[in-house]
């Protein structure tokens, strides 16, 4: 890893542990360097983690660093898109794909497993600083498509959930391989 890479590797690493987000360090051979992180940070009033799961990376021998979330849509709301007529669910999908492309963002959308991807990329310049505030704007980018998605299911589930199913919910699986980069 050469100097410049090590100075972005320690940069995204103290930005990350600056607002207690950091939770891990991602080891794969196709990877420079990457971190696991929870944005947004705190709890709400049951103890749960409000942030979701999120991935930085940068790719072997690209000159870039990867944004990604996941999204595994929870059963109580697969039970309720499977309910819809066949058009309906599919128009949830494209609608997803349509916010996605609005703003501006890669994604892999897998309908059959339920689950989708949201990815930006953030191309390094030599002679530009990768400042901690434009780290943070592509995490929101992210975050807020994450977010926007949610309220997309939300309409088309309308009715269809009692408020406890929420509880059920599990998070992505991390160990699923499924990445734009894998």
């Not at 196709?30 to 696991?36: L, S």
């Not at 309906?88 to 959308?109: A, E, H």
């Amino acid at each position: 890893m050469s100097s410049k890479e090590s100075k972005i590797k320690h940069l995204i690493h103290d930005y990350l542990l600056d607002e207690g987000l950091l939770r891990e360090k991602i080891t794969d051979p196709k990877v420079e360097f990457g971190f696991r992180f929870i944005f947004p940070p705190g709890k709400d009033p049951l103890g749960r983690q409000v942030g979701r799961n999120m991935v930085v990376f940068r790719p072997k021998n690209k000159n870039l660093i990867i944004m990604s979330l996941g999204i595994q849509i929870s059963d109580p709301h697969i039970k309720a898109l499977d309910s819809l007529e066949k058009n309906k669910k599919m128009n949830f999908f494209m609608d997803l794909r349509k916010s996605f492309l609005l703003r501006d963002v890669f994604f892999r959308i897998d309908i059959k497993n339920h689950r989708f991807e949201i990815i930006d990329q953030y191309f390094l310049d030599s002679n530009e600083k990768f400042s901690k505030n434009s780290f943070f704007k592509t995490v929101r980018k992210v975050f807020n498509c994450a977010a926007y998605s949610n309220i997309i299911l939300s309409e088309y589930c309308a009715g269809k959930i009692k408020p406890e199913d929420f509880l059920k919910s599990k998070e992505f699986d991390s160990d699923s391989n499924f990445s734009l980069y894998s």
